[in-house]
């Protein structure tokens, strides 16, 4: 039998047992951690939300025991990624089917990502730094204007609470020359809360481009820090203030360039009062960095650097206690700075917004409606609506519908000898259903969604340029489940795509580049006592890595364990190994991924008593 059949049929026998679904139900976590912003720009109950929504507890980053960011995304509901060459090296995040900067990115409520690329560089952001994610699936245009087509990732680094301080620490090393270090302090006094916190990673990696004839180990280099405060004043008036910064040094295979040097950082400012008991307004301003610097054999050849800049003002009014309104104003200024000369290097991005959110007995509704004026592609009005009925049994059902638009990239419009400057703005339009119901004993959604993306702009690694697809058209269905039994939690994610060019002529039905039409995702874990064991096993089927799909991608699985032991209130030792079976594969065409390996780490948290 093929891989993924394996894991599709292991997924199925292991959730008949039960068990919660952590990912996006979470019926023992603490009432905080039930509550999600992203998916209508406000706070509102996971339970309550009409989006698909995946959580990321921190919990739930320290189970796991992940080491990146695309290793503790890749299998969840729609998500797939494409690696060019294992942990640090760029990649590709695919979610839905959709492109990679088809995602928009927000750490701390700031929108990040490079302006050249039009992606956020997710390998570069440390899981150390993390509190907590929100993964909303499905466009978001009409509440965040230009990319989310696919959806929205936030980010939330460390936060403190208004306790006495507790520190935190934990390091670890494994094979590969692999080594990390974590070390934290959180707290507050009063009406004051701070976060601080930095970490590090090394690797020593492995040869990214075996066909290049450089047989070499690819390493990667990562420091970062993060700081996050706040204030909340007797009025109720709250400020607070954040910022992340993480810089790599990168090794690589190539001709042009082997090595780069990295610098991401982002800083937030926000400001928020209620003028009336019905009325609460919040301004945030951005300031982000993307910057690269490129090297042959230590010789400097190439400097990317953008800057984006953000101002927000929101304001919720509460028209009656099942009426709300939020209205809103974006602005989005981006610049680039580079030794490649662009024929334009900056661009503006207006936007204003309004939501409004609606329930009376068993019927909730969200309705949205932005226009974004932008400065090289004029106006561009989206939308969303969505309705959904809660059943006496505890089933719900929600039907959608909603419209995107992203604006081409520099590199896609300028680059020279690249870009295109008669490349197309992309539109999409969606629609989908979803059922989903949650019990003390179990918790299973079905999502079903079509995605028809008009002068798609994809990648095609045959001409090694962009080019407008007319059309794409994109299916899916999502199934999740997950159960408990006494000390045995298992959740599972199901995922079938149909990401198809719709252009006709020759690629006509095509499956676009580095999709993989299903995939599946089985976690494990037993904890009992001071100890805990789990498992991860991940299967996704073929692809292909251009338009033409002549260049075919096999389909694989891998496994991952997991260890812990509680030797103290405060000490907790965990053992992870990747890959265990040594698999080899590729999610992008000659580049290789990591085989197996092994990782010991052990974790100081005095919060733990």
Known sequence: MKPLTLIALACLAGTAVSAPLAADRHPAAPATENIVVTASRGAEALTDTLAPVTVITRDDIERLQSQDLPDLLIGLPGVNFASNGGPGKSGSLFLRGTESDHVMVLIDGIKVGSATSGSTPLEQIPVDQIERIEIVRGPRSSLYGSEAIGGVIQIFTRRGSRKDQTPSFAMGGGSRGDSRMEAGLRGGSGDTWYSLSASGRTTEGVDVRPSLGEPDRDGYRNLAGSLRAGHTFENGAEVSASLLHAEGDNDYDGSSQNQSETRNQVIGLSASLDPSARWHSRVSAGHSLDESDNFLDGVFVSQFDTQRDTLSWQNDVQMHPEHQLRVGLDYQNDRIDSTTAYAETERDNRGVFAVYQGSRDAHDLQLSLREDDNEQFGRNATGGASYGYRFANGLRAVATYGTAFKAPTFNELYFPNFG??????????????????????????????????????????????????????????????????????????????????????????????????????LDADYEHRRFSAGLTLFGASRGYDNIANTTRLPGYATLNLRLGWQVLPQWLLQLEGRNVLDKDYETAATYATYGASVMATVRYTPSRS
Request: net charge negative; no cysteine.
């Open 420 to 521: 295109s400057p008669d490349l197309d703005p992309e539109e999409a339009r969606h629609v989908e259903v979803s059922l989903a119901a949650s019990t003390a004993g179990y918790a299973w959604a079905l999502n079903a969604f079509q995605t028809r993306v008009d002068d798609l702009i994809a990648f095609d690694a045959d001409l090694e340029a962009p080019a407008n697809i007319d059309r794409a058209r994109i299916e899916g269905l999502e199934a999740q489940l997950g159960t408990t039994w006494q000390d045995l939690k298992l959740q599972t994610y199901l995922t079938w795509l149909r990401p198809e060019n719709d252009a006709g002529g020759a690629n006509d039905g095509n499956t676009l580049p580095r999709r993989r039409p299903r995939s599946a995702r």
